[in-house]
Structure formats: structure tokens, C-alpha cells
């Protein structure tokens, strides 16, 4: 960890240059558009290199601000791939190499958690993490009773470097306005700060996990590892093996790869009906397929907690689309917040925009691929203010399903999975399956 800038005086003035960064560019801007350059593409320049900017600063300050850099990537659609792909080249590396935490840093951390007497708890505890993570790290050890354990170890100070970064990044709001806006920054900032700080907290991540651990038991499809001590800054569960996700990508056959899609798909619309939270953070390193075919999941810290279960209006309008009423679409997105009142869209464009992402519940069944992929993403970076997805909004209730939704298309993309993926919708989504009107006030 010493490599990380942990005084916020330096971290402040790291994220502090943002801003500053922004009105000089703005400055060159103008002076460039005198020159004869089209104000579209002045605007575009500059908000790629201020992107460019916010990423670079983001990934060295590594850490808390990593963890930010992660749930801002809801904004990834703004901005175009040349700067999104390095970004994510980034935080991969960081990520993969996040130096561990010092044996006597564990051990003092383990004794403020748990007590001087820590090791009684455990027959063993291997020293070495077995996985690193942006606010913490992994370590493999045996409980008392003779059970294999993951014990997480939050750490020291992460919580408040990754707060403090959120304050300084609530000032980049009218930059964000700036690439989308149709888009209210300011609430969506704040439901992703809350949703952090719960993050940060391991005895919330417990209650999350238990109660999916409960749920699952015995489940032919899904195993959670249980819960077995926790407190804020310290996770002790049940240890889990089995072939990570990200290897099924890269040496899994076609078989294996359309099993984990599709049970990836069911556990992720399953999850809000049956224990009233969707797992938040779908990516490949939380997951491994089991020996015998069950899906493992890992990590609760982010759930987005849906006491009533998926809302029913997104399977309403998913079904509305199909059928190609796009006046009942709009009105409908405009009722949920996704159109802003001072917002006016075009419906064709609305629809082609749409249309590729609505595919996978219209069709039997459905090959998720790069190229596919690939070729959504080139409407989605058109940075011109007339790309009906820059005058979208993002209404806070939707924050978390935005990033699962994002996040789980991607790891489909990667698995290649063919599966009948639109049988889940249908069994899962509320309201994708009936005939009920979409209540439009």
C-alpha cells in the first residue's frame, strides 16, 4: 500500500485539477471555434480530452478512487472507445496488481477487529491473500470447527479516502452535464455515493450475503457460500472453489459457456423475486461454475435492495416495444424519469436505439458476441448533440439495475452464450408477460 497517495491533501489536489482542467480546455475551446472549427466538433474535442483527464487522475490515486472509477463507468456511454479502453485497461491492471497488504498490517488488523486472542478462531490462516480487491483483500484459512473459510479484510482507511474522493467528484457535475445533457447528474452522484458507503460497510454485506446463502441452499441451479462471523471491516464466510468465470471465457467449451450465460441471466432476474435484492456487481471474478454445473456466487457488498422485486413497468415497456407501440414507450420512459420533462426525443430514433438491447426477449433464442456488442457501442459513443441516448436520464431507482444490466451484457458478450434467454424474462420480469397497461403518471 505505500505506493498509494493516501494523505487527502494530495489526493485533493489530484482530483482538484479536474475542474481546473475543464475551463482551460473550454478556454482553447473558444479560441479554436474563432478559428473556424464547427462549435459539434470543438465540443467534442473537448470533452474527450477532459474524459481522458478524469480517467488518467482516477487511476492514480488507485484505491477508493478506483472503486469511484468503477461505478462511474454508467457514464462510459458517453464518451468515445479510444478513451474508454485504455480506462479499463487501467483499472484491470490496477486491480490485478494492487499491492497486498503488509503480514503484520493483516495481523494488527485482524487483533483491532477480532481481539488480540484473533487466532484462536482459526486451525490456520495462510498469510499470503489469495485474491486483492480495490478496498480490500482475500485470505484462505480454516475455522475453528474444521471448515474451510474466506476471511475479507477491508483496508485501513480505504472508507475514508473513497468518501472523500466522492466529495471532490461531486464537483465534476457540470462536466457530466456537459457530454449528457438530458442526464441529472447530482442525484444520480449521490444514489452512487450512498450505495458506496454501504459498500464499505461488511456487517450490511453479511446480512446481504446470509440472506442469499438461505435462499439458495439446496438450489439445483446456484450455491452462496454462508456467513460464518463479520463485522465492519472484517468478512469470515465459507470458502468456495470452482473455475472462475473469467476462464470459462478464455478456455471454457460452448457448452460450458451456454450453461454459465444462462444460469448467470437466471440468477440475476431470479434474485428480486426471491430474496428482494439483484447482486449488483456481475462481474467475471465474482463468479465460478462448480464441478457439478451449479453457478457460485461471490461478493454481496453491492445489492440493490428491491423489497417489492423487479419493477414491473420495465417488463411492461420491454413488451410494449416488441409489439411496437414506441407512443406508449415514451410515455412511459418519460413517467419513470428516464425522459426529463424539458427533454424532447425523437421516436424512431428512440427505437433504433433501443432495438438492439430489446432483441434478446423478442427472439426463441439469442447469441450474445463481441460483434454484437461492438456494434451497439458505436450508436452509444456517437458523441453529437443530436444521439437520442445523450438526452436520456437516468432516474435513481435505476442506478443499480443500469450498472447489472451494462455489466451482465458485457459478460455475456465475452462468454459468447447462446441460450433461450427470453424464457427468463418471461418466468422472472414482471409485467413482460401479461396484457396490463403501463400506468403513464
Same mark, same amino acid.
Given at each position: 500500500m505505500?505506493?498509494?497517495?493516501?494523505r487527502?491533501?494530495? =489526493?485533493?489536489?489530484?482530483?482538484?485539477?479536474?475542474?481546473?482542467?475543464?475551463a482551460?480546455?473550454?478556454?482553447?475551446?473558444i479560441?479554436?471555434?474563432?478559428?473556424?472549427?464547427s462549435?459539434?466538433l470543438?465540443a &467534442?474535442?473537448i &470533452?474527450q480530452?477532459t474524459?481522458?483527464q478524469?480517467?488518467k487522475v482516477?487511476?492514480? !490515486?488507485?484505491?477508493?478512487?478506483?472503486?469511484?472509477?468503477?461505478?462511474?463507468?454508467?457514464?462510459?456511454?458517453?464518451?468515445p472507445p479510444?478513451?474508454?479502453g485504455p480506462y =479499463?485497461?487501467?483499472?484491470?491492471?490496477?486491480?490485478?496488481a494492487?499491492?497486498?497488504?503488509p503480514v503484520s498490517?493483516?495481523h494488527r488488523?485482524?487483533?483491532?477487529?477480532?481481539?488480540?486472542?484473533w487466532?484462536?478462531?482459526?486451525?490456520?490462516f495462510?498469510?499470503? +491473500?489469495a485474491a486483492?480487491?480495490?478496498?480490500?483483500q482475500?485470505h484462505r484459512?480454516?475455522w475453528h470447527d474444521g471448515?474451510?473459510?474466506a476471511?475479507?479484510?477491508q483496508?485501513?482507511?480505504a472508507?475514508?479516502?473513497?468518501?472523500?474522493?466522492?466529495?471532490q467528484?461531486?464537483?465534476?457535475g457540470k462536466?457530466?452535464?456537459v $457530454?449528457l %445533457?438530458?442526464?441529472?447528474i447530482?442525484?444520480? !452522484?449521490?444514489?452512487?455515493?450512498e450505495?458506496?458507503?454501504e459498500?464499505?460497510?461488511?456487517?450490511?454485506?453479511a446480512?446481504?450475503q446470509?440472506?442469499?446463502?438461505l435462499?439458495?441452499? #439446496?438450489d439445483p441451479?446456484f450455491? /452462496?457460500?454462508d456467513?460464518?462471523?463479520?463485522?465492519e471491516?472484517?468478512? /469470515?464466510?465459507e470458502?468456495?472453489?470452482?473455475t472462475?468465470?473469467?476462464k470459462?471465457?478464455t478456455?471454457?467449451?460452448q457448452?460450458?459457456r #451456454?450453461?454459465?450465460?444462462?444460469?448467470?441471466?437466471?440468477?440475476l432476474f431470479?434474485?428480486?423475486?426471491? /430474496?428482494?435484492?439483484?447482486h449488483?456487481? %456481475?462481474?467475471p471474478?465474482n463468479?465460478?461454475?462448480? %464441478?457439478?454445473?451449479r453457478?457460485?456466487?461471490?461478493d454481496?457488498?453491492?445489492v440493490?435492495r428491491?423489497?417489492?422485486?423487479?419493477?414491473v413497468?420495465?417488463g411492461?415497456l420491454?413488451?410494449?416495444?416488441?409489439q411496437?407501440? $414506441?407512443?406508449t414507450?415514451v410515455?412511459?420512459?418519460?413517467?419513470?424519469?428516464?425522459?426529463?420533462?424539458h427533454i424532447e426525443? #425523437?421516436?424512431?430514433?428512440?427505437r433504433?436505439?433501443?432495438?438492439?438491447?430489446v432483441? +434478446?426477449?423478442?427472439?426463441?433464442e439469442?447469441?450474445?458476441s463481441?460483434?454484437w456488442l &461492438?456494434?451497439?457501442?458505436?450508436?452509444?459513443?456517437?458523441? =453529437?448533440?443530436t444521439?437520442v441516448? =445523450?438526452q436520456?436520464?437516468?432516474p435513481?431507482?435505476?442506478?443499480?439495475?443500469?450498472?447489472v444490466?451494462?455489466?451482465g451484457?458485457g459478460?455475456l458478450?465475452q462468454?459468447g452464450a447462446?441460450?433461450?434467454f427470453? #424464457?427468463e424474462?418471461?418466468?422472472?420480469?414482471?409485467?413482460?408477460a401479461?396484457?396490463?397497461?403501463? %400506468?403513464?403518471?
Amino acid at each position: 500500500m505505500s505506493d498509494l497517495p493516501r494523505r487527502a491533501v494530495t =489526493r485533493s489536489a489530484k482530483l482538484a485539477t479536474l475542474p481546473l482542467s475543464f475551463a482551460g480546455r473550454t478556454a482553447v475551446g473558444i479560441g479554436k471555434r474563432i478559428g473556424g472549427k464547427s462549435a459539434e466538433l470543438v465540443a &467534442q474535442e473537448i &470533452q474527450q480530452r477532459t474524459a481522458d483527464q478524469i480517467f488518467k487522475v482516477l487511476g492514480e !490515486l488507485k484505491g477508493g478512487a478506483m472503486k469511484l472509477g468503477q461505478a462511474l463507468s454508467i457514464f462510459e456511454a458517453a464518451l468515445p472507445p479510444e478513451i474508454v479502453g485504455p480506462y =479499463r485497461a487501467t483499472l484491470t491492471k490496477l486491480q490485478e496488481a494492487a499491492p497486498p497488504l503488509p503480514v503484520s498490517t493483516v495481523h494488527r488488523v485482524l487483533a483491532e477487529e477480532l481481539g488480540d486472542d484473533w487466532r484462536e478462531n482459526f486451525l490456520d490462516f495462510d498469510d499470503q +491473500p489469495a485474491a486483492a480487491a480495490s478496498i480490500g483483500q482475500v485470505h484462505r484459512a480454516v475455522w475453528h470447527d474444521g471448515r474451510a473459510v474466506a476471511v475479507k479484510i477491508q483496508y485501513p482507511g480505504a472508507g475514508k479516502a473513497l468518501l472523500g474522493d466522492f466529495k471532490q467528484l461531486a464537483r465534476l457535475g457540470k462536466l457530466f452535464g456537459v $457530454m449528457l %445533457p438530458g442526464l441529472d447528474i447530482k442525484a444520480v !452522484l449521490d444514489e452512487l455515493q450512498e450505495r458506496i458507503a454501504e459498500e464499505l460497510d461488511y456487517l450490511r454485506e453479511a446480512e446481504a450475503q446470509h440472506a442469499f446463502a438461505l435462499e439458495f441452499k #439446496d438450489d439445483p441451479d446456484f450455491f /452462496v457460500p454462508d456467513v460464518i462471523a463479520a463485522n465492519e471491516h472484517v468478512l /469470515v464466510t465459507e470458502w468456495m472453489d470452482g473455475t472462475p468465470l473469467s476462464k470459462v471465457i478464455t478456455g471454457g467449451t460452448q457448452e460450458e459457456r #451456454d450453461q454459465a450465460g444462462l444460469r448467470f441471466v437466471r440468477f440475476l432476474f431470479c434474485s428480486p423475486a426471491r /430474496v428482494a435484492m439483484l447482486h449488483a456487481d %456481475p462481474h467475471p471474478g465474482n463468479f465460478r461454475l462448480l %464441478p457439478d454445473g451449479r453457478l457460485g456466487i461471490l461478493d454481496f457488498g453491492a445489492v440493490n435492495r428491491l423489497p417489492d422485486g423487479y419493477p414491473v413497468v420495465f417488463g411492461q415497456l420491454t413488451r410494449i416495444f416488441n409489439q411496437g407501440d $414506441m407512443d406508449t414507450v415514451v410515455a412511459g420512459l418519460r413517467a419513470e424519469g428516464f425522459i426529463r420533462p424539458h427533454i424532447e426525443v #425523437d421516436a424512431d430514433a428512440l427505437r433504433a436505439f433501443l432495438a438492439p438491447y430489446v432483441e +434478446p426477449t423478442a427472439v426463441e433464442e439469442f447469441t450474445f458476441s463481441r460483434e454484437w456488442l &461492438q456494434a451497439q457501442a458505436a450508436t452509444v459513443t456517437d458523441l =453529437r448533440p443530436t444521439n437520442v441516448v =445523450r438526452q436520456l436520464n437516468l432516474p435513481v431507482s435505476y442506478v443499480l439495475i443500469h450498472r447489472v444490466h451494462a455489466a451482465g451484457v458485457g459478460v455475456l458478450c465475452q462468454l459468447g452464450a447462446t441460450a433461450r434467454f427470453r #424464457d427468463e424474462v418471461i418466468r422472472w420480469v414482471p409485467g413482460f408477460a401479461d396484457d396490463e397497461a403501463v %400506468p403513464l403518471a
